[in-house]
């Protein structure tokens, strides 16, 4: 507590407008917005590489966030930080009956669903007070559009609304597929070009769902996965006295399939001598 005390101290005096940091002082909720973004996705990064003491600095960076967002509240009469903690230790607790209430939960997958039924509560509650409310009120506009997808998809799952096994969305992708097609053989609107991919990626985003895959983490896996062997056929081009702006789409291609042979852990620490 002291530490978090001093935390919120060191804030206030940063935000305090005789004394504080000029930027700090001149920063809104929303020009904020997109450094909790930032921090967020490097606390997943960090959890990807499985690097401990950077996971340990980015989530530091986060609370932060969690902190500036608090003050800039607190000064205009919103809330508090300890309003905050209030409000999720209240959650934490109406959420796990089955800790803090005679309420047991035999596995995992019981307890999702029950953690997902009280949300669908607090929802239901709190479109009754605004007048009714869509099945997908509150999946937000900022996430990402993998994994907003997703939730919108699950949302509409909750009522019904999905396939009940994966077939039919392998159908679907292979529609959109030839609609992509379509366009590209004869339309000149990039707009429907556009427009296709989207649906493309949304089947995609839904196939992911079926295969209990988080689309987000699969794509930035992926994205690992062409830098390493991307670096690679950097690195043996340089081996050989070459620079990959020099070298033919055929040569790239073979160092690729030889990246992919000695697999992206070893690509990414490739020597130069054929292995790793």
Not at 31 to 36: F, K, L, S, W
Not at 229 to 250: C, H, M, T, V
Request: with cysteine; aromatic share 8%; charged share 30%.
């Amino acid at each position: 507590m002291e530490s978090i005390r001093r935390l919120l101290d060191i804030m206030a005096r940063l935000r305090d407008p005789d004394r504080g940091c000029p930027w700090d002082c001149q920063q809104s909720f929303a020009t904020i917005v997109p450094y909790t973004l930032e921090e967020a996705y490097e606390v997943a990064d960090a959890v990807e590489r499985g690097e401990m003491v950077d996971l340990r600095n980015e989530l530091g960076d986060l609370l932060f966030q969690v902190v500036f967002h608090s003050q800039m509240a607190q000064e205009s009469g919103y809330f508090e930080f300890y309003d905050v903690v209030e409000g999720i230790m209240d959650k934490l607790i109406t959420r796990h009956p089955h800790v803090f209430r005679d309420a047991p939960i035999q596995d995992a997958d019981r307890h999702a669903a029950a953690w997902e039924a009280h949300k669908e509560r607090e929802r239901q509650a709190g479109a009754a007070q605004n007048g009714g409310a869509s099945t997908l009120d509150g999946v937000g506009k900022a996430f990402p559009a993998l994994t907003r997808a997703k939730k919108l998809q699950q949302r509409a799952a909750r009522v019904g609304f999905d396939w009940s096994d994966v077939k039919p969305v392998l159908a679907k992708i292979e529609e959109e597929l030839d609609e992509l097609r379509h366009e590209f053989r004869f339309g000149t609107d990039p707009d429907r070009v556009m427009g296709e991919m989207g649906d493309l990626l949304f089947a995609c985003v839904n196939l992911a769902r079926h295969a209990k895959v988080d689309p987000e983490t699969a794509l930035r896996r992926a994205n690992t996965k062409f830098e390493h062997r991307f670096r690679f056929i950097e690195r043996a081009l340089e081996e050989r006295g070459k620079r990959i702006q020099g070298a033919s789409l055929e040569e790239m291609d073979a160092l690729w399939e030889e990246a992919k042979q000695l697999g992206t852990d070893s690509a990414a620490s490739y020597n130069g001598e054929g292995g790793a």
